[in-house]
């Protein structure tokens, strides 16, 4: 079965901190995908990333970055350098060929002025 | 209109009413979602189209009644729910027939509330 989970709840942090949200998979199947989505208090889920199975190479995009490890079934969030408008929920996910896409919890970030 | 739009944003309904949630996608994807998302839960499944078939019910009651005419529009029709189902409704879009390996597009949701 698959399963995504976000153990982190809640974390608040102080603007210009750094802050990683960490999210640890399962799954048996060889090809998956990992996505990252944030959810703004507006409400609207918004998609940040994709990654393939046999794609491991981290990813930077400004003041983000991602970590996927295989080997830790983890594939890790940093926000570098946070600032108020980071402030959201944010779901790790995991897809399939063969199923639909499966959402962690969420982890909600308060980051503070 | 760009992305995903539904309407209406927020909705309040009686118990024995009958409302339509509406969803339209203006990015040329052939599937479609609804979600809902309670307080303090995972986002969960509710329906999937594909090619304006569906192909996922994830043991949705019946009180809930998914349609989609066409490609772009989705809608779910709720008769006699019940104050548990208040929830926020996610509509999603993706450029995916089968699995999960493409991104999905949201919209703003409608919150709903049942009295």
Redesign the interface.
């Known amino acids: 079965a698959q399963k995504v989970t976000q153990a982190q709840t809640e974390i608040s942090v102080v603007e210009k901190e750094d802050v990683t949200l960490d999210c640890v998979y399962e799954t048996r199947d060889t090809t998956y995908?990992l996505?990252w989505?944030k959810q703004p208090p507006?409400?609207?889920?918004?998609?940040l990333i994709?990654r393939?199975s046999f794609d491991e190479q981290n990813e930077i995009s400004g003041r983000y970055s991602w970590n996927f490890q295989k080997s830790t079934s983890s594939f890790n969030f940093t926000i570098t350098a946070s600032q108020v408008v980071d402030s959201a929920v944010y779901?790790c996910?995991?897809?399939?060929?063969?199923?639909?896409?499966?959402?962690?919890?969420?982890t909600r970030l308060f980051v503070k002025a | 209109e760009t992305g995903v739009t539904q309407t209406p944003r927020h909705l309040v309904m009686g118990m024995t009413n009958k409302k339509s949630l509406k969803c339209e996608q203006h990015l040329g994807h052939n599937a479609m979602y609804w979600y809902k998302q309670s307080a303090k839960?995972?986002?969960e499944?509710m329906f999937?189209y594909s090619l304006e078939e569906r192909v996922?019910n994830n043991s949705v009651p019946s009180r809930f009644s998914p349609e989609c005419p066409n490609s772009s529009h989705l809608f779910l029709h709720l008769h006699t729910l019940q104050p548990e189902d208040s929830a926020?409704y996610?509509c999603?879009s993706s450029q995916d027939q089968?699995?999960?390996?493409?991104?999905?597009?949201?919209?703003?949701?409608t919150?709903l509330t049942v009295l």
């Open positions: 995908y996505f989505y507006s409400g609207e889920l918004v998609f994709r393939n779901f996910a995991l897809g399939g060929v063969l199923f639909k896409t499966i959402f962690g919890a969420g | 839960k995972p986002l499944l999937v996922e926020l996610l999603a089968r699995g999960g390996s493409n991104e999905q597009f949201f919209g703003p949701g919150r």
